[in-house]
C-alpha cells in the first residue's frame, strides 16, 4: 500500500518520500486520443497526455478551450466518446465517478462545491467515506466499529486538516468560511479520500498573490508529503510555470504544445492562442 | 477528557434535550392521566399524537436530512396499519399477550412499509429531480384504492384475501370457516379490530425512532446523505454512492412510518383507508416544515402542538378552523422570516445569548 497510510502523514520531512521518478515505466494518468463530441461539436480533440506518479502537471489555454471538460472525463462526470483514459494501469472504460474516486482519482471544482451546512471536520469526514468504512447498523446501534472508526476518522481529519493550519475551524460551517479557506478545504477533502491523482481546478482563483505564494508551496509539500501526482488547470501563469513540471496547451478541444515552463512560454503557438496573430507577427 | 469525548459521540446538547423532552412530556401525562385529570377527549388523542410525531420524524428523514419530498407518507402509514391490523387479529388466539402481539404487528407493519419503501426508491431514487414527490404521490392515492377493494378474513385454516376490484364480492365470498372472523371488509376498512396500542407503548416507539433518527444523521451514512443533500456531484466526487445512501435513508423513513401505521391502526377498533389519504400526508409535511427542516426536537413539538390544537379548539366551533390558520401563519413567521425572527429575539433577549450560547 502507499506510504502514509502506516502512520503520521504531515509534519514529514519534506522531499524525502518521492518515490523515484519513474515516468516512463508507469504513468499514474495516460490518456490515448481522448475526445467527446457534445452532438457534433468536438468540445476535446485528440488529448493525449501522461502524467508520472509524483509528477505536477498544468493544463492551461484561453476560455473555452475544453480544460473543465478534461476534468469531467477524467472523473467521469462526462463519458469520453473517443479514445480511452487509464489511471493507474487500469481502463476506466465504463467506470462511474464513483468508482473513479475509489480508483483513486480526486478533484475540487472551478466553482467552489462544499458541503456548505456541515462543519469543516464533517466535509472532510465525507471525504474519509470510503476510507474509515462501518456499517450503517453499527452507526445507528453504536457498537465498537462505530467509535473506534469515528475516532480514527477525527484523528485523520485533523491531521488533513492541519496540512493548511484549519484545525481551529474544525467546529465552523463551511459555508461560512472566507473564499481562499473554502478552496484550501476542497483541497482537503480530497486528498482525504487518498487519492494517486489530484486534479485541481483553478485552485488559485480569487486569491491574492501572497495567498498564491502560500497555495504554491502547499501544492509542492502535498506532492512530497503524500507522493501523488497533481493535474492543475490555473490562470495564473506564475503559478503554472512555477511549480509545474509538465504543462500542456489546450486550444479550441486540441493540444497545441507539451513541454516545460521554458519551451511552453517559447513556443509560437501558445502565444499565437494567447495574444492573437498580431501579437506574434512584432 | 470529557470533552473530546462528547465530540467523538458526534451528538450535541439540543439531542439529549430531545431525550429529555419526550420523556418528561410522557411522565407528566402519564401522572396527569392517574390522577384523572384529563379529559376523555384528550385520553384520546394521546396514542394518535404518539403516531403522527413517529411519523414527522420519518418524514423529516426524508425531507429535511436527504432533500428529497414525499407526499404519499401516509400511504406507507397505511400500510403497516393494515398489515399490523391483520397480523395481530389473526395472532389473537395464538399470542394472547397483548403487548407481545403488538409488538409482533409493529415489526411486520414496518417490515411491510420499509418494503413498499424499497421497492418505490428502486426505480426512483435513480433520478435527479421531484420525481419521488410525484410517485410517491401516487403511491398513497394507489394504496388507498387498493386497500379500499380488500377483504381479508382469518379463520382455523388461514388467512383468506380477496380483492373486490368490480364491486360484486363481500366478506361472505371468502367462505370462512366456523368461527372465523373478516378483519378488513373493503371499503368499510379494518373493523372489530381489538385496540391494543397504549400511551406507553406509543412512548417506546418515540424513543426508538428519535434514537435510530439522530443516530443516523451523526454516523459514516447520515454524513454522507447530507453530503448528497448539500451537494451531490461533489459527494459523487469522493466517493459516495448516490443511490443507495438515498435508499437507506429512505427505507429507514418508510420504516418508521410502516411503525407508526401499525400502532395507530391498533388503536382503533375500526379505521378506514381513507383516513390516510393525501391530506394526512400533507399535514405531517405541514408538522415537518413548521417544526423546521432537518430540526427533529422542532417537529416532535410542531407535531404535538399542531395535533392537538384543532382537537382542543373544538368548544369555539365555527372560529376553530381560523384560529388554527392563524396559529399556522404565526409559528410560519416566527421560524422562517428573519426579520420576524430577529424581532422576536429581541423581545426575549434571554433566549438570543442562550441560542449563541449552543451555537459555540
Known amino acids: 500500500m502507499r506510504e502514509f497510510e502506516k502512520g503520521k502523514m504531515v509534519p514529514m520531512p519534506s522531499t524525502a518520500l518521492i518515490p523515484e521518478r519513474d515516468l516512463g515505466k508507469m504513468p499514474v494518468l495516460e490518456c490515448i486520443h481522448v475526445g467527446i463530441e457534445f452532438g457534433g461539436l468536438k468540445a476535446v480533440e485528440d488529448f493525449n497526455f501522461t502524467i508520472g506518479k509524483t509528477e505536477i502537471a498544468g493544463l492551461i489555454g484561453p476560455n473555452g478551450a475544453g480544460k473543465t471538460t478534461v476534468f469531467n472525463m477524467l472523473t467521469r462526470v462526462y463519458n469520453p466518446t473517443h479514445g480511452t483514459i487509464m489511471i493507474d494501469g487500469q481502463d476506466t472504460t465504463g467506470k462511474s465517478t464513483v468508482q473513479l474516486s475509489k480508483m483513486g482519482v480526486a478533484r475540487t471544482f472551478q466553482n467552489i462545491r462544499l458541503f456548505t451546512d456541515m462543519t469543516v471536520e464533517d466535509n472532510v469526514r465525507v471525504g474519509l467515506h470510503n476510507q474509515m468504512k462501518y456499517s450503517t447498523a453499527s452507526g445507528i446501534l453504536r457498537l465498537p466499529s462505530f467509535w473506534k472508526k469515528e475516532k480514527q476518522s477525527h484523528e485523520k481529519a485533523m491531521e488533513l486538516l492541519s496540512i493548511f493550519d484549519m484545525q481551529d475551524m474544525a467546529g465552523t460551517k463551511a459555508g461560512s468560511l472566507p473564499y481562499g479557506a473554502q478552496r484550501r478545504l476542497e483541497i482537503v477533502r480530497a486528498l482525504a479520500t487518498e487519492p494517486k491523482l489530484l486534479l485541481l481546478d483553478e485552485p488559485a482563483a480569487g486569491m491574492n498573490p501572497n495567498e498564491t505564494g502560500e497555495l504554491m508551496e502547499n501544492i509542492v509539500k502535498i506532492r512530497d508529503t503524500f507522493g501523488i501526482a497533481v493535474l492543475l488547470i490555473e490562470h495564473d501563469m506564475k503559478l503554472v510555470m512555477g511549480i509545474c513540471e509538465g504543462i500542456c496547451v489546450l486550444n479550441f478541444g486540441k493540444i497545441i504544445a507539451k513541454g516545460t515552463a521554458e519551451e511552453i512560454q517559447r513556443n509560437p503557438e501558445v502565444n499565437k492562442a494567447y495574444l492573437g496573430n498580431n501579437g506574434m507577427e512584432e | ?360
Open chain 2, 1 to 360: 477528557m470529557s470533552k473530546k469525548l462528547k465530540k467523538l459521540s458526534g451528538a450535541p446538547k439540543r439531542d439529549y434535550f430531545s431525550y429529555l423532552l419526550v420523556t418528561a412530556a410522557f411522565i407528566l401525562i402519564t401522572a396527569l392521566n392517574g390522577g384523572g385529570l384529563l379529559s376523555k377527549q384528550m385520553q384520546g388523542l394521546l396514542v394518535p399524537v404518539c403516531c403522527y410525531i413517529i411519523m414527522a420524524l420519518s418524514l423529516n428523514l426524508t425531507v429535511g436530512i436527504m432533500g428529497e419530498l414525499s407526499l404519499g407518507h401516509a400511504g406507507f402509514m397505511s400500510l403497516g396499519a393494515f398489515s399490523g391490523v391483520v397480523v395481530s387479529q389473526s395472532l389473537i388466539t395464538a399470542v394472547p399477550n397483548d403487548a407481545l402481539r403488538l409488538v409482533i404487528s409493529i415489526a411486520v407493519g414496518a417490515v411491510v412499509a420499509a418494503f413498499a419503501g424499497f421497492l418505490i426508491g428502486l426505480p426512483v431514487l435513480r433520478l435527479r429531480g421531484d420525481y419521488l414527490a410525484i410517485v410517491t404521490l401516487a403511491f398513497g392515492e394507489i394504496i388507498m384504492d387498493v386497500i379500499n377493494c380488500l377483504i381479508v378474513g382469518h379463520d382455523a385454516n388461514g388467512l383468506h384475501v380477496i380483492f373486490n376490484f368490480r364491486g360484486d364480492k363481500t366478506v361472505a365470498d371468502l367462505d370462512l370457516a366456523e368461527g372465523g372472523v373478516a378483519i378488513i371488509k373493503g371499503a368499510q376498512g379494518a373493523v372489530g379490530t381489538k385496540t391494543i396500542s397504549t400511551f406507553t407503548a406509543g412512548f417506546i416507539i418515540i424513543l426508538i425512532t428519535l434514537f435510530i433518527v439522530l443516530n443516523f444523521i451523526r454516523s459514516r451514512t447520515g454524513r454522507a446523505v447530507i453530503a448528497i443533500r448539500d451537494n451531490r456531484i461533489a459527494a459523487e466526487s469522493v466517493g459516495v454512492d448516490v443511490m443507495k445512501y438515498k435508499m437507506i435513508a429512505f427505507v429507514i423513513s418508510t420504516t418508521l412510518a410502516g411503525m407508526a401505521g401499525a400502532l395507530y391502526g391498533l388503536n382503533f377498533s375500526m379505521i378506514s383507508a381513507d383516513k390516510f389519504n393525501f391530506n394526512t400526508s400533507i399535514l405531517v409535511l405541514v408538522f415537518v416544515v413548521l417544526g423546521g427542516l432537518g430540526n427533529m426536537l422542532g417537529s416532535i413539538i410542531a407535531a404535538t402542538v399542531l395535533y392537538i390544537l384543532p382537537e382542543a379548539l373544538r368548544g369555539l366551533q365555527d372560529y376553530r378552523m381560523l384560529i388554527y390558520a392563524i396559529v399556522l401563519i404565526l409559528v410560519m413567521l416566527a421560524t422562517n422570516n428573519p426579520k420576524v425572527r430577529n424581532l422576536f429575539l429581541r423581545i426575549i433577549p434571554k433566549r438570543k445569548s442562550a441560542e449563541g450560547g449552543t451555537a459555540k
